[in-house]
């Protein structure tokens, strides 16, 4: 099985920075692509930042410039370094990977179980 296990949530005031870390373990051939999702209370979830695993990476507007996603293939491992946090940035943040190959012709989604970042004074 493969598992996606995030870290680096916590509570944050305005314009404060926290990076997000999201490994991944398992039996994996490779990814091809992860990233951070968010899921803020009463909305839905909606894409932040995603990778491919040649270093391509894609951002919602609303965090453009504040956040810069990064990967460690060898460690398959995806972060998200979050800058200038706003309050409307507040919600739990769940890693994704996409095109998980586990095997020949066999590859899964995973998702993480999330972590909760706050930005509050």
């Known amino acids: 099985q493969v598992q996606l296990v995030e870290s680096g949530g916590g509570l944050v005031q305005p314009g404060g920075s926290l990076r997000l870390s999201c490994a991944a373990s398992?039996?994996?051939?490779?990814?091809?692509?992860m990233g951070w999702y968010r899921q803020a209370p009463g909305k839905e979830r909606e894409l932040v930042a995603a990778?491919?695993?040649?270093?391509?990476?894609n951002y919602a507007d609303s965090v453009k410039g504040r956040f810069t996603i990064s990967r460690d293939n060898a460690k398959n491992t995806v972060y998200l370094q979050m800058n200038s946090l706003k309050p409307e940035d507040t919600a739990v943040y769940y890693c994704?990977?996409?095109?998980?190959?586990?095997?020949?012709?066999?590859?899964?989604?995973?998702w993480g179980q999330g972590t909760l970042v706050t930005v509050s004074s």
């Open positions: 990778i491919i695993s040649g270093s391509s990476a």
């Open positions: 398992g039996n994996i051939f490779s990814i091809n692509a």
């Open positions: 994704n990977a996409k095109n998980v190959i586990v095997g020949p012709w066999k590859s899964v989604e995973v």
